[in-house]
């Protein structure tokens, strides 16, 4: 199996794929700081790994960001905001499977097949050749370390040899390239015969019988949920910030707290020359050890870098590197720049994993600290947030502790933390408002100590620093509407009704005669009915709606002379449908594009469904323990 999967990954289609859940992977936050060096906190374990919690926020916040349109307009109750947090889990989830995967299938690069892997991408190429100088800045904008880039590229990699190993047997035989595109670019012709419901609601008359008859044998399609009103004392973080007003002295003192968050690091930057070890090791040390002395003896460096450094991209500009951040280097590179003190000093020749380096400190840019006047406008709302959330604890515990000690009144633990008892407006089991959109809530609202007892509840969490406490004020139990407050609906269904029977029975009336080769002429004079031509339409047609087109494609090709009859049904109303003809797509007149992509459809559909189906199949037998409860908004 191992070499079918090393073989599979020679197929484009598979890189493309990989490439595609790689870019996820970084995206959501997957390859994070986090991930290497692992975090206690987790918010689920699978087969004994963990997924930390600031794994799952990094994820979160990007995931949130990226789709922030769909965020904005679907996730707009506590419900629905705990779902999308739960989608962003699964997918983690899932990744942390596919990693594990690849590791239980002894899927591995070595050092050199790694370092050949980056050197042979484009990215990492100018005019053809490798640069380090590339990789450095890449790390720089990224903020990523030498070791976390590796690792993305590794499982890049294994990723591509698992995918391919699982699908590498799929393939597509041209008959069946063929037969796909013959079906899928079918044209059909035949003719339809339309009774749209609302043709037989015209005459229609209802009595006041035939009304009252329908309103007792669909009695419970009139029937009102049962509801309720709450009273109810609302905490949360939000609510108290904005009545926190903190002193000049308090605002001084957080920020002499939270100083270091202020200080710039020092910035360093770097220029090298890079001696490649293609030619052997010795060569390149050698080379090295005299540019070292060259240097030593006052040559200029970047005139050295210019006509030395194998590294030509950088070796135009005196083999200027830019600022790098710690863990930009290899650690043996990182180890020498480390005791470089002054700019312009330079280090000895450095082994690294592609030769030999020489690093030059160029500049030294000094940290500094900003000054409070220009952050304080950042942190005058984090002490607002701070202080908020210190009351929101202290009134919390009160809270809890007086709704349960005068448990028929919310009136003690309102005095007591300070907040107003609010009273909704009545509602039941399938509201949409507020915060009674929260099942919790509900829940709480029509059980049997709120509603029977009528205690008060217990305090309800509806996400972080958020908390209410609510008890019964009014009930309404579930009835049936009279019929006089619903006799214009009762009225408008049973025309519906009437007029969908009336409908039906024509259509089956037609097809019956049509099958037993009568004529239906009559009937279609005295319904005003009349045939449309179907003329070669093709399956993406607007001539039908869509669930009549995709009857009409399932009926069976009629023999030479013979018709094809069925009827469909959809909100308009019914069809009676003909097919006399299916023209099948030409495969001779297909160009080559198309039927490779007939070809690369098929094998990919195929290949995907194997791949899902393996990463499912995992998915189903991990063993995985998911902590909700530390999930945060």
Known sequence: MLENIREGVKKPWVKVVVFVIVISFVFAGYF??????????????????????????????????????????NVKTEEDERNFQENVLQQLITMKVTEQSTN????RLSTNALRKVIQTDPNYQLDGKYSSGLVDQTLARAQISREAFKSIYANQETSQQLIGGITGTEFTLKSEAQSDYELMSQKRSGKVLKLDFEKFKAGLEIGEDDLNQYYQDNQEAFRIEEKV?????????????????PTEEEV????????????????????????????????????????????AKGEDFAEIAKSESDDAPTAEVGGDLGILLPGSLEESAEEAVAKLVNAGDVTQPIKIEDGYQ?????????????????????????????????????????????????ADSLSEAATATELEVKTSNLFGQSSREGIFANQTVKDAAFSTDVKDGLLNSQ???LGENHIVVLRLK????????????????????????????????????????????????????????????????????????????????????????????????????????????VEKGDWSKADDANKKQRELYISSYFANAGYSAFIENNRKNADVKRNLGVLSR
């Open 252 to 295: 001084e003192t957080y920020y002499q707290d939270n100083l270091s968050r202020f200080r710039s690091e020092e910035q360093r930057q770097y220029s090298h020359i890079l001696i490649l070890s293609e030619d052997g090791e010795d060569e390149a040390l050698a080379k090295a050890t005299a540019i070292s002395e060259r240097i």
């Open 104 to 107: 239980e299938l002894g899927l």
């Open 459 to 461: 305090p309800i969490e």
């Open 229 to 245: 009103s709450v009273e109810y004392v609302e905490l949360s973080v939000d609510s108290l910030q904005n009545a926190q007003d």
């Open 358 to 406: 020489i690093l030059k400190l160029t500049n030294l840019i000094e940290g500094n600290v900003q000054p409070l006047e220009q952050v304080k406008a950042e942190l005058v709302p984090e002490l607002k947030k701070q202080k908020a959330e210190e009351i929101f604890h202290a009134k919390a515990e009160l809270l809890k502790e007086k709704s349960f000690e005068f």
């Open 474 to 581: 009014e009930h309404k139990p579930s009835e049936i509407q009279p019929l006089e407050e619903v006799k214009d609906r009762v009225r408008n269904n049973l025309i519906q009704s009437r007029a969908k029977q009336a409908a039906g029975d024509l259509a089956n009336t037609l097809l019956t005669k049509l099958k037993a080769q009568e004529s239906i002429d009559e009937l279609l004079t005295e319904n005003t009915l009349s045939w449309t031509d179907l003329d070669k339409i093709e399956r993406n047609n607007a001539s039908l709606s869509y669930t009549t087109n995709q009857q009409f494609f399932k009926m069976p090709t009629p023999a030479e002379g013979e018709v094809s009859l069925e009827m469909a049904e959809d909100y308009q109303g019914f069809a009676v449908l003909m097919l006399s003809q």
């Open 32 to 73: 994070s700081s986090s991930f290497f060096l692992g975090d206690p906190n987790a918010v689920a374990v699978v087969n004994g790994e963990s997924i930390s919690q600031s794994e799952f926020q990094r994820a979160y916040n990007n995931f949130k960001a990226r789709r922030a349109d769909f965020y904005n307009a």
